[in-house]
C-alpha cells in the first residue's frame, strides 16, 4: 500500500521561501509519479507539479513554473516542492501524492484526478 507523508509546511512571511517535502513508501518500482496540488479554504484543488520518479522529469501547470519547483535528488530520497517568493494568496494545505505510469509514459500528468493514493497534507499560512 502506497503511502505519503508531507512535511515543511508553517507559517512564513510574505516572500519568504519554503520547501515541503514529500515521502513516498509502499512503492514497489520506480515507474511511478509524485504530484504536488495544493487546496486553498472554499477553493478546489488545484494542481503545481510534479515529477516523473522514473526520469526525473518535472511537469507544471504554466502559472506555477514561476514560483514553484519540484525536484528529488534520488529515487529513494523525498520529493521536494520548492515555493519562492510566497504571496498571502499561497496560502492553503499543501498535497502530495502518487500516481503510477504507463511503461513509455513520459511526463507525469498535472491533474489531481490522476492521482489516486494521498497524503495528509501540510498547512501552510503565508501571513505577516
Known amino acids: 500500500q502506497v503511502q505519503l507523508v508531507e512535511s515543511g509546511g508553517g507559517l512564513v512571511q510574505p516572500g519568504g521561501t519554503l520547501r515541503l517535502s514529500c515521502t513516498v513508501s509502499g512503492v514497489a518500482a520506480e515507474d511511478y509519479a509524485i504530484g504536488w496540488f495544493r487546496q486553498a479554504p472554499g477553493k478546489e484543488r488545484e494542481g503545481i507539479s510534479c515529477i516523473n520518479v522514473r526520469n526525473g522529469l518535472p511537469n507544471s501547470i504554466d502559472s506555477m513554473k514561476a514560483r514553484f519547483q519540484v525536484s528529488q535528488e534520488d529515487v529513494k530520497k523525498p520529493v521536494y516542492l520548492h515555493i519562492f517568493g510566497l504571496k498571502t494568496e499561497d496560502t492553503a494545505v499543501y498535497y502530495c501524492?502518487?500516481?503510477?505510469?504507463?511503461?513509455?509514459?513520459?511526463?507525469?500528468?498535472?491533474?489531481?484526478?490522476?492521482?489516486?493514493?494521498w497524503g495528509q497534507g501540510t498547512q501552510v499560512t503565508v501571513s505577516s
Open positions: 501524492a502518487a500516481a503510477r505510469l504507463g511503461t513509455y509514459q513520459v511526463l507525469c500528468p498535472t491533474a489531481h484526478s490522476a492521482y489516486p493514493s
